[in-house]
């Protein structure tokens, strides 16, 4: 009995030639962590051991880091409505800064796996009950110009060990919004207000909810996100970010 070779076709070769010429290109060009450029790997050992992770105490409710237990200022004030509670990775401080510049702005996709274990790393899946798990999405355009959102792959890795569905259509963003990072405090609750809505409310209806993001701020973004989502019926909604900009240089 004769040996018969398939034909050759578009579909069947282009992943192939994909993967093999990133085999090449990976031989010619070696990755370099993105933080210290180091040879070996995308983002190296010890440039993620030096993370500054958040210890407590902590505000109970938003997750700053305080000498003990209390509610923070910004909580004391009520700021945050919609959002039962947020809680972060580590700081945004170096080198975790650059890994997440790295990871939105220059396209480094490899990032958000290796980002979204350590976030799942740091949590304590029997201090939760989740039912869904909702990435803060991209407006339309800017996805379409990223090809990705940075959130969904951090989201992945929590979704795993939490067993819990990754919900990506849950939430959508129906308006473009500048940049938070690009606008002072004061205009960034402005900014992101109304942005977000439910396309199927009976999703999310009586749901707990944990919304993840790379960065928290000054918590707009995550507080239009779960006014959205409590609008459309949520029971609850929790924040996870991988950092917490903190007004000490975090």
Same mark, same amino acid.
């Given at each position: 009995?004769?040996?018969t070779?398939p034909?050759?076709?578009?579909?069947?070769g282009? &992943?192939?030639?994909?993967i093999?010429?990133?085999?090449?290109?990976?031989l010619l060009y070696?990755p370099?962590c993105?933080?210290?450029?180091?040879?070996?790997?995308?983002?190296?050992?010890?440039c993620?051991?030096?993370?500054?992770?958040?210890?407590?105490p902590?505000?109970?409710?938003?997750?700053? &880091?305080?000498?003990?237990?209390a509610?923070?200022?910004?909580?004391?004030?009520?700021?945050?409505?919609?959002?039962d509670?947020?809680?972060?990775a580590?700081?945004?401080q170096?080198?975790?800064?650059?890994?997440?510049?790295?990871l939105?702005?220059?396209?480094?996709?490899a990032?958000g796996?290796?980002?979204?274990?350590?976030?799942a790393?740091r949590?304590?899946?029997?201090?939760?009950?989740?039912?869904?798990?909702?990435p803060? &999405?991209l407006h339309a355009e800017?996805?379409?110009?990223?090809?990705?959102?940075?959130a969904?792959l951090?989201?992945?890795?929590?979704a795993e060990?939490?067993?819990? &569905?990754l919900?990506?259509?849950?939430l959508?963003?129906i308006r473009?919004?500048?940049p938070q990072?690009t606008?002072?405090?004061?205009?960034r609750?402005t900014?992101?207000a109304?942005?977000?809505?439910c396309?199927?409310p009976?999703?999310v209806?009586?749901?707990?909810i944990?919304l993840?993001d790379d960065?928290?701020?000054?918590?707009?973004t995550l507080?239009?996100?779960?006014a959205?989502?409590?609008?459309?019926g949520?029971?609850?909604v929790?924040?996870?970010?991988l950092?917490?900009?903190?007004?000490?240089g975090g």
């Amino acid at each position: 009995m004769g040996l018969t070779v398939p034909s050759w076709s578009p579909r069947r070769g282009l &992943p192939f030639l994909r993967i093999y010429w990133q085999r090449v290109l990976s031989l010619l060009y070696p990755p370099r962590c993105v933080a210290c450029r180091r040879v070996g790997a995308v983002l190296c050992t010890s440039c993620m051991r030096a993370f500054p992770p958040i210890r407590p105490p902590v505000c109970p409710r938003c997750g700053h &880091p305080l000498p003990k237990v209390a509610p923070c200022q910004t909580c004391r004030r009520g700021i945050l409505r919609a959002l039962d509670r947020v809680r972060s990775a580590a700081r945004f401080q170096p080198p975790l800064r650059e890994a997440i510049y790295a990871l939105k702005y220059r396209g480094a996709r490899a990032l958000g796996p290796v980002l979204g274990a350590y976030m799942a790393a740091r949590l304590r899946p029997q201090a939760l009950t989740v039912d869904l798990i909702v990435p803060v &999405p991209l407006h339309a355009e800017r996805h379409q110009r990223r090809g990705y959102n940075q959130a969904t792959l951090l989201a992945q890795p929590v979704a795993e060990v939490l067993q819990a &569905p990754l919900a990506t259509e849950a939430l959508v963003r129906i308006r473009p919004t500048a940049p938070q990072i690009t606008l002072p405090f004061s205009e960034r609750q402005t900014n992101v207000a109304g942005a977000f809505c439910c396309p199927d409310p009976s999703y999310v209806r009586d749901r707990r909810i944990l919304l993840v993001d790379d960065v928290m701020t000054s918590g707009s973004t995550l507080e239009a996100c779960a006014a959205a989502l409590k609008e459309a019926g949520a029971r609850s909604v929790w924040g996870y970010t991988l950092a917490r900009a903190l007004p000490d240089g975090g």
